[in-house]
C-alpha cells in the first residue's frame, strides 16, 4: 500500500473503494448483482444486530455467537457497501461530503433543540 501520508494501517474511503474492486475483479472474479448484494448487506447487518443484542441487551450469548467479534461483522457491512457503491458508481468520498454539508446546515440546531436528548434515561 502507497503511504499517502497514512499510517500503514489506514486507508481512504477512496482507497478502500479502488482496494475493493481490485479484489472483486480478481480474487472474487466479479460482483454479485444489486439486488444479491442488499440482501448479503441485510444479513451482515442482522448479524451485528444479534452480537448487539447479546452483548448490550438481554439476550444470552449462544454457543454459535462465540468468537464473532462486532468490529469483524461492521467490516463486513463495510464491505458490502463499498461493493454497492463501486457497482452503482457512487464516489462514497464525494457522497459523505455531501452528507456531512446537509448534516450541519439542516442539523445545525435539531439536536440541541431536542428535550429527548436533554435527558438521560
Do not use: P
Not at 501520508?5 to 475493493?20: D, G, S
Not at 448479503?40 to 454459535?64: A, D, H, N, P, T
Not at 452503482?88 to 457522497?95: C, E, F, K, Q, Y
Request: charged residues 30%; glycine residues 4%; hydrophobic residues 35%.
Amino acid at each position: 500500500m502507497q503511504n499517502n501520508n497514512h499510517t500503514e494501517n489506514h486507508i481512504t474511503i477512496t482507497e478502500a473503494q479502488q482496494q475493493v474492486d481490485a479484489w472483486i475483479k480478481t480474487t472474487g472474479v466479479r460482483y454479485f448483482n444489486e439486488l444479491t448484494n442488499l440482501g448479503i448487506l441485510m444479513e451482515e447487518v442482522g448479524e451485528l444486530s444479534r452480537l448487539i443484542v447479546r452483548k448490550y441487551g438481554e439476550q444470552s450469548f449462544k454457543e454459535s455467537d462465540k468468537g464473532k467479534e462486532i468490529s469483524d461483522e461492521i467490516a463486513d457491512i463495510l464491505w458490502v457497501l463499498i461493493c454497492l457503491a463501486n457497482q452503482t458508481g457512487v464516489d462514497l468520498n464525494a457522497a459523505l461530503k455531501k452528507n456531512f454539508d446537509k448534516k450541519n446546515t439542516r442539523d445545525a440546531t435539531r439536536h440541541f433543540e431536542n428535550d429527548k436528548l436533554k435527558t438521560i434515561k
